[in-house]
């Protein structure tokens, strides 16, 4: 059965730490994203990947850093930097610009 | 940009009902439209797309319709079920720019039993 894993589920961490969570996908996508996002708000992009070894800033990068060294994996670190890291964070991926984004189940974290 | 703080519009409905969420999207050169579902806790779901060659489009359930004149999208439920309460979202793909989604805020829908 194809999609996309976050882990882990829910995640706490002390201000000040570096902090990486995972996305893994099966569905053999060029393409991946990151997005955040806070209550009652939309999704706002973080990252995203058009192919393996490549990546771009999106709307709200700062603080944040990625790598793309395999097809199907789009690790995202928050780092110290980061001023309000604590949200639910999504990763997606889609086949082709032409195409619907897929989401994993999110990854909710707390910094305190 | 600004915030509009933590409220969602709120759409509640009688279990059976049909349901009508609106959306406004704001970019002419928008030439993909998706609607994107979200349940509590979970990533959001793909529900329905349209192109803009089109200005109807159906599935199980659900009518997507596109007005470009007024630059409107509207989804459509039909007889509404508890299983469908969740935080509906709109996305437009504007042509070039990789086709970054533009996501709408969101609107709750309550089904009332």
């Known amino acids: 059965d194809g999609g996309i894993t976050q882990s882990p589920k829910y995640l706490f961490r002390k201000e000040g730490q570096n902090v990486t969570l995972s996305c893994e996908q099966n569905?053999?996508?060029?393409?991946m994203y990151w997005y955040r996002q806070d209550p009652g708000q939309g999704l706002r992009l973080i990252y995203y990947?058009?192919?393996?070894?490549?990546?771009q800033k999106g709307d709200i990068a700062e603080g944040y850093s990625v790598s793309r060294e395999k097809k199907e994996s789009f690790p995202l670190t928050v780092t110290s930097a980061q001023k309000n890291p604590t949200a639910f964070y999504l990763c997606?991926?889609?086949?082709?610009?032409?195409?619907?984004?897929?989401f994993g189940n999110g990854t909710r974290l707390t910094v305190t | 940009g600004e915030s509009v703080g933590l409220h969602l519009p709120t759409l509640s409905v009688q279990e059976g009902d049909n349901s009508i969420i609106n959306c406004a999207y704001s970019?002419?050169?928008?030439?993909?439209f998706i609607w994107y579902k979200q349940e509590s806790g979970k990533g959001p779901q793909f529900i329905i797309d349209?192109?803009?060659n089109m200005d109807k489009r159906q599935g199980q359930r659900v009518t997507v319709l596109l007005n470009k004149t007024v630059k409107h999208l509207s989804l459509q439920i039909a007889a509404t079920q508890p299983g469908d309460s969740a935080v509906y979202f709109c996305?437009?793909?504007?042509?070039?720019?990789?086709?970054?989604?533009?996501w709408g805020l969101g609107t709750s829908l309550a089904v009332n039993p």
């Open positions: 970019n002419s050169a928008s030439d993909y």
């Open positions: 990947s058009q192919i393996v070894n490549d990546f």
């Open positions: 996305a437009e793909a504007p042509a070039g720019n990789n086709r970054k989604l533009i």
């Open positions: 349209i192109r803009s």
């Open positions: 997606a991926s889609r086949g082709n610009i032409n195409s619907p984004l897929h």
């Open positions: 569905l053999n996508h060029d393409a």
